[in-house]
């Protein structure tokens, strides 16, 4: 053994199966000490009077992490709970135990990469060594087939050059059994907080809530099972994938991928069975595009830095955009009068969820038709969606407001095509508007071309049971 303790730091990788920080511990260090910390920088307030990590993504991280402690427990070992600035707290737990070594995964983004300078620093001056591991690409960063900075800053030629010159890296097993020092050392792991300490309360679980998404490493691999096997649904994913309605017409795991929850290589490896097994066809090949589409983003952040962040993006696109605080409240509670627009809202809101197909109409609404900062709309949604990750969620962003990467200049979405190719009968709309139930068809996604008399009838009043639409609806007719 190279140490006698070794400290894993848990951070987007909360899981057991596949953890390479997990597994080079392991091998390397007599005694492990799993550690996850609450950084209460998390939950601040942003510019915006936004918590930075909202009430549904707080919920499944809580939930993640004590699932983490579970598994750990059934490995003969504990998950340490720290609170406060990892970079400290970290330092004296190791001071505390004699830990000669602290390993963690690799991030790419500023916030988590000034974290790791400064713990790097501090514990260099104390003799403790640190290691850091790069774990959350399907691709390993190492097997690309070009230096990052020589990315392609077109997806599909980064996609075309992987798939052919790359080889995903082979998946770790879970552990065996994890050393631990015991409870004779560690009196006392810490408890996991309650939301409340983060000043969030518990909402009611709405009944249209489509799927309850609960986080842990054993409940995305139950999402995996019956995903693939129990239920049969990869094989026509490809077709499924734009739905608005139920749990069956996405995976879903992207809720489990962003918090580490699932490795990437553990739902590659699973289709390649279901491959063999079942059946191969342009759907199983799709949910590993999509894989490729995270790793995309995730290298992009590394290559561009804080670009990614900034209102310029990568384009270096001069700032032209409106910044009405109203509108953007508007925007944010699902009031804007634009029925598609409004249900997608109010349905990340109320779950923390929002399908692919939603996300790219509300924020086209946003920058194109509303003309409004983008970096207002991936920072409501940072706080929002349970499956937020940095990379993904900024870049999408970037390419919706055209300042990223996409070869196409207009990314702008006409809302009522929209709404015919995916919600034709206006089922999504009612679900998740009740206010606006009473309309039949298609018509529930343009209130304002019925009459005063009709909608009165219905008992619904423009202006005071549903909102005016803020623009004009006829310029997608």
Same mark, same amino acid.
């Given at each position: 053994?190279?140490?006698?303790?070794?400290?894993?730091?848990?951070?987007?990788?909360?899981?057991?199966? &596949?953890?390479?920080?997990?597994?080079?511990?392991?091998?390397?260090?007599?005694?492990?000490?799993?550690?996850?910390?609450? &950084?209460?920088?998390?939950?601040?307030?942003?510019?915006?009077?936004?918590?930075?990590?909202?009430? +549904?993504? %707080?919920?499944?991280?809580?939930?993640?992490?004590?699932? $983490? @402690?579970?598994?750990?427990?059934?490995?003969?070992?504990?998950?340490?709970?720290?609170?406060?600035?990892?970079?400290?707290?970290?330092?004296?737990?190791?001071?505390?135990? #004699?830990?000669?070594?602290?390993?963690?995964?690799?991030?790419?983004?500023?916030?988590? @990469?000034?974290? &790791?300078?400064?713990?790097?620093?501090?514990?260099?001056?104390?003799?403790?060594?640190?290691?850091?591991?790069?774990?959350?690409?399907?691709? +390993?960063?190492?097997?690309?087939?070009?230096?990052?900075?020589?990315?392609?800053?077109?997806?599909?030629?980064?996609?075309?050059?992987? #798939?052919?010159?790359?080889?995903?890296?082979?998946?770790?097993?879970?552990? /065996?059994?994890?050393?631990?020092?015991? %409870?004779?050392?560690?009196?006392?792991?810490?408890?996991?907080?309650? /939301?409340?300490?983060?000043?969030?309360?518990?909402?009611?679980?709405?009944?249209?809530?489509?799927?309850?998404?609960?986080?842990?490493?054993?409940?995305?691999?139950?999402? $995996?099972?019956?995903?693939?096997? &129990?239920?049969?649904?990869?094989?026509?994913?490809?077709? %499924?994938?734009?739905?608005?309605?139920?749990?069956?017409?996405?995976?879903?795991?992207?809720?489990?991928?962003?918090?580490?929850? /699932?490795?990437? @290589? %553990?739902?590659?490896?699973?289709?390649?069975r279901y491959e063999k097994e079942r059946k191969k066809n342009d759907s199983t090949y799709w949910l590993i595009f999509e894989l490729l589409w995270r790793d995309y983003f995730r290298f992009i952040c590394k290559k561009h830095g804080d670009q990614v962040f900034h209102i310029s993006g990568i384009k270096n696109q001069v700032d032209s955009w409106n910044r009405d605080q109203e509108q953007f409240a508007l925007w944010c509670e699902g009031k804007t009068g634009i029925p598609f627009v409004d249900a997608n809202m109010r349905e990340l809101n109320q779950s923390g969820f929002m399908s692919n197909r939603g996300r790219q109409n509300v924020a086209s609404f946003l920058v194109n038709d509303l003309g409004i900062d983008w970096t207002w709309g991936a920072s409501y949604f940072e706080s929002k969606l349970i499956d937020y990750d940095v990379c993904s969620n900024w870049g999408n962003w970037m390419y919706v407001a055209g300042v990223g990467n996409d070869p196409r200049e207009n990314r702008y979405f006409n809302i009522l095509n929209q709404a015919k190719n995916y919600d034709k009968n206006g089922d999504f709309v009612r679900a998740w508007i009740p206010e606006l139930a009473a309309i039949k068809g298609f018509d529930i996604h343009q209130p304002e071309e019925l009459n005063s008399s009709e909608l009165k009838k219905m008992k619904i009043e423009l202006g005071k049971t549903y909102p005016h639409a803020m623009i004009e609806m006829k310029k997608w007719a």
């Amino acid at each position: 053994m190279k140490f006698n303790r070794v400290i894993v730091w848990f951070r987007n990788d909360l899981r057991v199966r &596949d953890n390479v920080t997990l597994s080079k511990a392991i091998q390397s260090g007599k005694e492990i000490l799993p550690v996850y910390c609450f &950084d209460p920088r998390m939950f601040e307030q942003t510019e915006l009077g936004i918590p930075k990590t909202g009430l +549904h993504r %707080t919920r499944f991280l809580v939930e993640a992490v004590t699932d $983490l @402690r579970e598994n750990l427990r059934e490995l003969g070992a504990e998950l340490i709970i720290l609170e406060g600035k990892p970079e400290e707290e970290l330092l004296q737990l190791a001071e505390k135990y #004699e830990v000669e070594a602290i390993y963690f995964s690799k991030e790419v983004t500023s916030e988590e @990469r000034n974290v &790791d300078n400064s713990l790097e620093s501090a514990a260099w001056t104390k003799g403790i060594v640190t290691e850091s591991f790069w774990q959350s690409t399907l691709y +390993h960063l190492d097997d690309l087939p070009f230096p990052i900075n020589q990315l392609p800053e077109v997806f599909t030629q980064f996609r075309k050059s992987v #798939e052919k010159m790359s080889e995903v890296r082979a998946e770790i097993p879970s552990p /065996l059994t994890v050393s631990y020092p015991g %409870t004779e050392v560690i009196f006392s792991a810490g408890d996991i907080p309650e /939301l409340s300490q983060f000043g969030l309360e518990e909402a009611k679980q709405t009944s249209r809530s489509v799927i309850g998404l609960v986080g842990g490493e054993r409940a995305g691999l139950r999402r $995996l099972q019956s995903y693939f096997w &129990d239920d049969d649904l990869l094989k026509n994913y490809k077709q %499924t994938r734009n739905g608005l309605l139920g749990t069956d017409f996405s995976s879903r795991f992207s809720a489990w991928l962003a918090l580490g929850c /699932l490795s990437p @290589r %553990t739902i590659y490896y699973e289709v390649k069975r279901y491959e063999k097994e079942r059946k191969k066809n342009d759907s199983t090949y799709w949910l590993i595009f999509e894989l490729l589409w995270r790793d995309y983003f995730r290298f992009i952040c590394k290559k561009h830095g804080d670009q990614v962040f900034h209102i310029s993006g990568i384009k270096n696109q001069v700032d032209s955009w409106n910044r009405d605080q109203e509108q953007f409240a508007l925007w944010c509670e699902g009031k804007t009068g634009i029925p598609f627009v409004d249900a997608n809202m109010r349905e990340l809101n109320q779950s923390g969820f929002m399908s692919n197909r939603g996300r790219q109409n509300v924020a086209s609404f946003l920058v194109n038709d509303l003309g409004i900062d983008w970096t207002w709309g991936a920072s409501y949604f940072e706080s929002k969606l349970i499956d937020y990750d940095v990379c993904s969620n900024w870049g999408n962003w970037m390419y919706v407001a055209g300042v990223g990467n996409d070869p196409r200049e207009n990314r702008y979405f006409n809302i009522l095509n929209q709404a015919k190719n995916y919600d034709k009968n206006g089922d999504f709309v009612r679900a998740w508007i009740p206010e606006l139930a009473a309309i039949k068809g298609f018509d529930i996604h343009q209130p304002e071309e019925l009459n005063s008399s009709e909608l009165k009838k219905m008992k619904i009043e423009l202006g005071k049971t549903y909102p005016h639409a803020m623009i004009e609806m006829k310029k997608w007719a």
